[in-house]
Every structure is written in C-alpha cells, then in structure tokens.
C-alpha cells in the first residue's frame, strides 16, 4: 500500500490475499482471430473481502465486463482461476447474481412473476406459498410493493432495475455483480437508487463487484476503487481505497475535501496517465 497525501493506494504489484472471499489469480483472456491471439485481459489480480463494496472503472474495451463473466461463470480464463470461498468457479450459479445494464426482464411476466421464477427456479422444493412471500418482500425491499402486478412495459427503467435487484437479492447471492446497472438511466433516478442501493447493501451486507463509468458514483458507493488499464492486455492499474465513514450521506461526501484528492487521483489516472491513444 501506498500513501500518497491522504490517498491509500495499491499498487499492481502488491501482494494478493490468497485467502480473500473472492480471489481473482492471475487472470488472463485470450481469444484466436485470424491475425493471431488477441489478449483483452492479461493477469489480473485482486482479492476480495466478504462483504465489501468493490467498484470497477475504466475506458471501453479494458475487459471490464469479460472479468465479471468470469466471476459470475459465464466465461472461463485462458489463464489463472477464479475462487469464492476458495473453490473454483466453473460455471453459474446462484451464490452469484447479476444485474446488467439492459434489465434483461422476461416482457410477458409482472413484476412479481419476474421474481418468482427465479426464487421457484433455485428452490423448487419450496411451499409455494414461502416462495411468493420472498417475492413480495424482495418487492417491497426495493419500494415495489404496489407494482408487483405491472409488467415491464408499463414500468419506468428505474423501477425495471429495481425489479431485477430485487430478483438478484432474492436468491440470496454471496456475490451481487453489477454491470454498469444504473447508466442508461436520467440523472436523477440514477441518484435515487445510488441511494437505495447503498440503503440494501448496508442492511445485507452481500458482496458486491459493480462496473461503472461514473468515479463520482464509485466515491459514494464503494470501499475501493478498482483502477483498469487500457486494453489490450489490460490488467488492475491501481486500486484506491475510499475510506469515507458508512452509513454515508452523498452531501457529507461530497463536501469532504477527501472526496476531490480521490476524484482528481482517479482523473488523472484515467485521463492522463491511461488516457486513450487516438493516433493510429
């Protein structure tokens, strides 16, 4: 670790926590095309505590996504291994829920039905009537109660969200992947479940891996901010701990003078030092 005024940062060359909840180990994707390998990402480190909020930032085509497949299993590495609770990841599975970007809502099913088919699908075994009661709950965790009975076309893109947050929740993940969830939304939903998102992971404590573009959205949330290079070959650049006091408050946050050193850090790691090279 390395302190840099009032900023905490790690390094990529700092030792990773074989221990950790979720350990990412030397983590590399390639993939054959025509003109030979293409590498998007080549050995990433990082380790994960239970519980903690980790954000991961960085310009298009860095692999952030491509990580967080190999989290949820979706994909596989070239090289290296992905472990929860030191076991393998080999596949999905529901210790391991995302929430992407596009909702991704079955269009003929309400709300409710949207929740309940994933509760039935990962405990069939269950009283129907145990399986709608987490459904409901879920709903109302997430202020959803009243349109439980709506289908997607009839909700507004934050409450879709919301809908597939408390789907992921519902399973009780250990792991909660979020791919960039909030950024086709306004400003202002975005804001109001920035809030509300905090607001579940302070009360369940679930660990979260989450993409964003957004630092200012990482400063808020997160318990570290995972700084990508460029791709190809893109591996963890710097990692910035945000050691803001929780519950947190987005005004308090924002009138911390530690909240601008962390900003402008993350600036100029994105903008100057990883700045994209435009020149062909």
């Known amino acids: 670790m390395q302190t840099l005024s009032n900023i ?100 003929w099913f309400t709300a409710f039905e949207n929740i309940y088919l994933g509760i039935d699908s990962v405990w069939p075994n269950k009283p129907k009537a145990e399986k709608e009661a987490i459904a409901r709950d879920h709903l109302a965790l997430v202020g959803l109660a009243e349109a439980a009975d709506k289908k997607p076309k009839q909700l507004s893109g934050g409450m879709k969200q919301r809908v597939c947050i408390a789907r992921a929740l519902a399973l009780r993940p250990q792991v909660l992947i979020l791919d960039e969830p909030f950024g086709a939304l306004d400003p202002i939903t975005r804001e109001e479940l920035q809030e509300e998102l905090l ?12 993409i964003t573009h957004d630092i200012d959205e990482a400063l808020l949330l997160a318990d570290r901010l995972v700084m990508m290079t460029n791709g190809p070959a893109a591996k963890v650049g710097e990692i910035l701990e945000i050691s803001f006091p929780r519950p947190r408050n987005r005004s308090r946050v924002m009138e911390s003078p530690l909240y601008y050193e962390l900003r402008n850090y993350a600036l100029d790691f994105l903008y100057r030092r990883c700045a994209h090279d435009d020149v062909e």
């Not at 994707?29 to 954000?55: A, I, M």
């Not at 607001?199 to 989450?210: A, D």
């Open 199 to 210: 607001k579940i992971w302070t009360e369940h404590q679930v660990t979260v891996l989450m």
């Open 8 to 107: 905490n940062v790690q390094l990529n060359d700092a030792p990773l926590d074989q221990d950790a909840f979720l350990v990412i180990d030397n983590v590399s994707k390639v993939y054959p095309t025509p003109n030979g390998p293409h590498v998007v990402l080549d050995g990433v480190n990082l380790s994960v505590r239970e519980g903690e909020f980790v954000c991961i930032i960085g310009h298009s085509g860095c692999g952030k996504s491509t990580l967080l497949d190999m989290v949820s299993g979706f994909r596989q590495p070239t090289e290296g291994q992905v472990r929860l609770q030191s076991e393998p990841i080999v596949k999905p599975g529901p210790d391991r829920m995302v929430v992407f970007q596009n909702y991704s809502l079955l269009p």
